[in-house]
């Protein structure tokens, strides 16, 4: 068994220094996962990851054989958008959840604004595109900054006026950040790697999916590399 220690590695996939995604912990490593397809035959063994492994790890990755991956976990702290989190949260298999609590505590002034807007996507009613330069950046940006804090001035205002957590968050948006811990095993980590890394997955959530890939990867290292090779070809 490994564990990461103490501190944990902090990543801000977003830029604006609030969205984050930290390691909190980890148990298990390469060698965890060919000792799980190997135990089928009594071949599980304490020697140090070989070529061999390596060649196993591709093997159960090329032909879906899922379980050996499930025999380890990674904790991220991950501070992210409302409307992030709503995607993340739809991953049920192999994902553990815990989220601050807008009952229970008063949510704190932390708003993501996009530093650039893009367009719907003509072809693809649920994709954007990039900017072409028609729409107006600045009123976006005013309108936006004006939704928000009409929104989290209203909250502040109901609950000054004595109105309970649980109903004045009503009235916030989703670019409201929460934050959670998420706990994954890399079987689930890289399903959803696969769905939320991926071009038809909404921007901002790839952006966290791939600051969670940054820092798994180093405690995974053949199992990704073999995955994104897998990927990849
Ligand atoms: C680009 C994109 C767009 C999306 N758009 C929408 C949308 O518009 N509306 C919406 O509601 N959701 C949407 N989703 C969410 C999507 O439908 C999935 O809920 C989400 O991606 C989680 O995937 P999953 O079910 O494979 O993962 P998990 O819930 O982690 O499940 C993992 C796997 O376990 C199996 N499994 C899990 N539950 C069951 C079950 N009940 N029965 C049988 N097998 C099961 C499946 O093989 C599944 O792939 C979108 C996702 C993506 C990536």
């Known amino acids: 068994m490994t564990a990461t220690d103490a501190s944990p590695l902090t990543l801000y996939p977003l830029g604006d220094g609030l969205g984050s995604v930290s390691l909190v912990q980890s148990v298990g490593d390469d060698k965890m996962i ?15 990851l070989n070529e061999r492994d390596e060649k196993l790890i591709r093997y159960l990755l090329r032909h879906q054989h899922g379980s050996p991956f499930e025999h380890n976990l990674i904790t991220f702290k991950i501070v992210c958008p409302i409307f992030v989190d709503r995607q993340m949260v739809r991953h049920r298999v192999g994902v553990s ?9 008063e949510m704190q002034e932390r708003n993501f604004t996009p530093p650039s807007f893009r367009k719907q996507a003509p072809s693809n009613r649920q994709a954007s595109v990039e900017d072409d330069g028609t729409l ?14 009409q929104a989290f001035g209203a909250y502040q205002e109901l609950l000054r006026l004595g109105v309970t957590r649980e109903q004045a968050r009503g009235v916030l948006p989703l670019s409201l950040y929460t934050e959670s811990y998420y706990t994954f095993n890399v079987r689930s980590l890289l399903h959803f790697l696969e769905l939320r890394d991926h071009e038809g997955a909404q921007y901002e959530t790839r952006l966290f999916a791939r600051a969670m890939a940054q820092l798994a990867e180093p405690l995974f290292p053949v199992t990704f590399r073999e995955w994104r090779a897998l990927h990849a070809g």
């Not at 060919?34 to 140090?48: I, K, L, M, Q």
């Not at 959840?97 to 505590?105: L, T």
């Not at 107006?136 to 804090?149: G, P």
């Open 97 to 105: 959840k815990n989220e601050i609590s807008g009952r229970y505590v």
């Open 136 to 149: 107006d950046q600045a009123e976006a940006a005013r309108v936006w900054e004006e939704a928000w804090h």
């Open 34 to 48: 060919t000792n799980a397809a190997r135990v089928s035959f009594g071949g599980d063994s304490d020697a140090p």
